[in-house]
């Protein structure tokens, strides 16, 4: 079997051109395709050992889930209650003001001065006029703190009435209730289901 040399019938010289040719053209090919993606693999394993740096921690994370759960489970029953209206402030501190034997005199609503303060809340308030004795303003407002509810007073001015044997003064009721959904959304259209023939 000849060599590819001895099929061409070169002498020689002209065989160590055509190897020298031939290194030539490989180096160059080599300078121009293989060398610059030398540093490719280097960077390739970096950014491997980092997808699996940040595949670990999802996967803790992940597998932190059931211990969420619960803590969101448990948080849910151990917080206060959300007021589901401004009519449930309104309905809990009328009750509470029978109970403890305070006279509630104007009631205002709070509703231009709601402030939204997330996606999930949104606070609003009843401002009340009250008269009644020491005491009784005690028991209203340790009355009010036992219902579990996210009601809280936000201000409080009091002075003696005019027979100065009582207090009477007026108080603003804040709480927080859950955020009724945005009308400024576009509604969203639901198709007609196909009427069975």
Known sequence: MKSLFDRLNLRPHERRL???VLMVIFVLLNMWFVWP????WGRIENEIQKNRTTLGKYQAEIARRPK??????????TGSEMLASETDLQRIIEAQAAGANVQLGRRTPLRGQGVKTNQFFQEGGLAIDFTSGG??????????AAQNAMIR?????LALDGTQ???????TFV?????????NQPARSVAAAPQPK
Not at 37 to 40: A, Q, R, T
């Open 18 to 20: 055509v190897v020298i």
């Open 153 to 157: 007073v936000r201000d409080m001015r």
């Open 68 to 77: 969420y759960e619960a803590d969101q489970k448990n948080l849910e029953t």
């Open 135 to 144: 005491k009784e303003v005690v028991d209203f407002l340790v009355g009010i």
């Open 175 to 183: 709480g927080n209730f859950q955020a009724r959904p945005s009308t």
């Open 37 to 40: 993606y030398f540093g490719d």
């Open 165 to 171: 044997t009582k207090l009477s003064g007026t108080m």
